[in-house]
């Protein structure tokens, strides 16, 4: 190679590495000019004070409230639990002498207070009744069948079996 071709070389890179030069120069400057947009007396360094102060405040903000409004949501998670239908006890029996099979049944559904349901239906082969039962506090004010106290003392001693496996 002779030594024009060598210059041209040189000066081809070093074009090269102007144009770069400018590019990078045109994105910092772009930029810049978005911070100082935030800025009211064109310095940068109290424009990025003032920027990292704002998001320090909204980052508190942020954490304060989050954890009022966590502490909030338990506090109605919990409420709900406690009213929830959660205790469920179920006795499936034969209604009548001349129906086998099973098919009737009587349901207990509590919450932790022990309110709630019976749902009772008695199969038979010309008809099927439904009867609803409420439970407060674990009593009604109705005589029971013996499947439907069976279905409600399962219930009610639902949760007390899981506290024990705790």
């Known amino acids: 190679m002779d030594n024009n071709t060598l210059l041209f070389i040189a000066l081809a890179i070093m074009m090269i590495l102007i144009i770069i030069c400018f590019i990078i120069t045109a994105v910092n400057s772009s930029k810049i000019s978005t911070i100082m947009d935030y800025s009211d007396d064109g310095d940068i360094i109290s424009a990025l004070k003032d920027y990292y102060d704002k998001v320090d405040d909204l980052s508190k903000t942020i954490n304060n409230t989050s954890d009022a409004v966590l502490l ?17 006890g179920i006795v499936n029996y034969d209604a009548f002498d001349d129906v086998k099979g099973k098919l009737s049944f009587s349901l207990a ?55 024990n496996n705790d």
């Open 72 to 88: 909030s949501r338990l506090a109605n998670c919990e409420n709900d639990s406690n009213i929830s239908l959660k205790k469920v």
């Open 109 to 163: 559904l509590l919450n932790n207070n022990n309110d709630g349901f019976i749902l009772t239906s008695l199969y038979g082969h010309n008809s099927c009744n439904t009867y609803m039962r409420e439970i407060v506090g674990g009593e009604t004010a109705v005589k029971l069948l013996d499947e439907e106290k069976a279905a409600l003392e399962e219930a009610k001693n639902k949760l007390k079996k899981a506290d």
